[in-house]
């Protein structure tokens, strides 16, 4: 998403966001007339038509804007070029549509295509794979931590009666289908929600993210990645419990990643009272920034 343009329209909400969904596969043939596209939003006209025009800024550069006739009586959208220059010739201008006579109408509609180098991205964008990955977590303030870099992600129910969220996360290498869901704390739910979700979604990878106990060297608010789980709990009941701890080593490529975040100065901020949005926010961070370097 172009990050101009997301700040310049920030007290839209999430509209830019989803307006950048909307066009990831157009080019530069590709009319956007904003009542089309205020009701492909679901959204107000007036907010569509600033965040378009607000697009089309020469510091922004993300559309360029064309006036069009609109025939009265079909609603099509011919260019002011092609009339005008129909009409000097003494052809006559007719709708390419319904054939109504041209001649009367003003040029009185503004209609936006994306600028070349937008169209370039746009096309480089819709050649990248689409990769799965299930990110679980505990609590639903972790979930909104999530769904914070996911583009208007849409509600899935399971027929078992998990209910997913699965909305894109748009990386350099790849556009990620982020398929998410609250498991509530516990191994055992988590176990079986993990299951379920790995066995519906089919990802190649699935993360548990979220804010994390822990202790040495440890500060409320920090993001910890493990580099082995010990799966403490596991033994054989006999007279006398025997316990038989097994370890789970993660893998290779996950621990540099977060080894060379924690290099690169990532650290998170803890308020204290409010230190769990805090570090739900920055594990959701750290999350994405993973999804975003793997290639």
């Known amino acids: ?9 920030a007290d ?9 969904a909307h066009i990831e596969h157009a080019n530069e043939s590709w009319v956007l007339d904003p009542p089309e596209v205020a009701s492909a939003l679901a959204s107000a006209p007036d907010q569509v038509q600033y965040l378009l025009e607000t697009a089309a800024r020469s510091e922004i550069g993300l559309l360029i804007s064309e006036r069009y ?9 011919m260019p002011i070029d092609e009339v005008q220059a129909a009409l000097e010739d003494g052809d006559g201008a007719n709708c390419t549509q319904c054939d109504e006579d041209m001649s009367g109408h003003e040029p009185v509609d503004t209609v936006y295509r994306l600028a070349a180098e937008a169209a370039d991205e746009a096309r480089a964008r819709g050649a990248r794979p689409e990769r799965t990955v299930v990110i679980l977590t505990a609590l639903e303030l972790e979930l909104r931590a999530v769904h914070a870099y996911l583009a208007a ?22 556009v990620w289908r982020v398929a998410t869901a609250s498991v509530g704390s516990g191994n055992p739910g988590a176990a079986a929600e993990a299951e379920r979700a790995i066995a519906h979604f089919h990802p190649e990878l699935a993360l548990f993210v979220g804010v994390a106990g822990g202790i040495k060297d440890v500060e409320l608010g920090d993001v ?3 580099t ?22 993660s893998a290779y490529a996950l621990v540099q990643q977060a080894s060379a975040a924690a290099f690169e100065g990532h650290k ?10 805090a570090a739900a926010s920055h594990a959701a961070a750290f999350a994405f920034e993973l999804l975003a370097m793997l290639q």
């Open 268 to 277: 998170a901020e803890s308020d204290g009272e409010g230190w769990q949005p």
């Open 153 to 174: 992600p849409e509600r899935h129910v399971h027929d078992g009666g998990t209910v997913y969220y699965v909305g894109p996360f748009e990386a350099e290498h790849a």
């Open 69 to 77: 006739f609109r025939c009265e009586k079909c609603g099509n959208l």
């Open 228 to 249: 082995e789980v010990f799966l403490f709990h596991a033994g054989k009941a006999l007279d006398e419990f025997q316990p038989r701890p097994e370890v789970f080593r």
């Open 12 to 20: 839209l909400g999430d509209l830019a966001k989803r307006f950048d």
């Open 224 to 226: 910890v990645a493990a």
């Open 1 to 9: 998403m172009d990050p101009g343009l997301a700040e310049a329209t």
